[in-house]
């Protein structure tokens, strides 16, 4: 996700909230860099999709961590390809 893609994250949460999130235009630039520290590796599209999900069940709006996706080990790790590399190493051979 961009810096601009998190700036209207943030302008998304104000509009959905909008008594209780103000976006002060003075500080957007170091909050959007904030949550983009957070946020950026992420697609903004899925994203939105889990504000949209939060939303329609919190009273209250969401903080970097209710937006942030969590990825199981397996995502990031090479575990699985390796596992894959064996079993194509193992069936030319005979057990």
């Known amino acids: ?37 957070v946020l950026g590796r992420q697609g903004y599209e899925e994203t939105l999709e889990r504000l949209y999900r939060y939303a329609s069940e919190n009273k209250r709006p969401p903080t970097i961590a209710d937006l942030y996706i969590r990825r199981h080990a397996a995502y990031d790790s090479d575990v699985l390809e390796q596992m894959k590399q064996w079993e194509r190493e193992a069936v030319g051979h005979k057990c």
């Open 1 to 37: 996700m961009t810096k601009k893609e998190t700036a209207l994250l943030l302008q998304e949460i104000a509009f959905l909230y909008p008594t209780v999130f103000a976006v002060d235009p003075d500080k957007l630039p170091a909050m959007t860099e904030a949550w983009n520290k």
